[in-house]
Nanobody, 115 residues
Framework: QVQLVESGGGLVQAGGSLRLSCAASGNIFSINLMGWYRQAPGKQRELVARITNSGKTKYGDSVQGRFTISRDNAKNTVYLQMNNLKPDDTAVYYC?????????WGQGTRVTVSS
């Protein structure tokens, strides 16, 4: 089992920045992929960014160039630096981890961007 705890969400004005953190615990050695998804009201959950153990990254089209995902393996933590935030980025952001065929999710952290 893997537990994921997110932090860093909040309210920010358009054009501002936030950094989300996700700390993993438990059977962390089974994890080979971590990332962030988000879900806005009335919309499907979508990929924001993900990063493999080797550091390979993938971003959603709408955040490319504005968001950066990184990980600190010593702290078992993945970060999402979000710059130039837009009202359309308003959503609940979920940390995700995958390993040994299992998917794990955090409880979500809310990000609200005001115009």
């Amino acid at each position: 089992q893997v537990q994921l705890v997110e932090s860093g969400g909040g309210l920010v004005q358009a054009g501002g920045s936030l950094r989300l953190s996700c700390a993993a615990s438990g059977n962390i050695f089974s994890i080979n992929l971590m990332g962030w998804y988000r879900q806005a009201p009335g919309k499907q959950r979508e990929l924001v960014a993900r990063i493999t153990n080797s550091g390979k990254t993938k971003y959603g089209d709408s955040v490319q160039g504005r968001f950066t995902i990184s990980r600190d393996n010593a702290k078992n933590t993945v970060y999402l630096q979000m710059n130039n935030l837009k009202p359309d980025d308003t959503a609940v952001y979920y940390c995700h981890a995958r390993g040994l065929g299992y998917d794990y999710w955090g409880q979500g952290t809310r990000v609200t961007v005001s115009s």
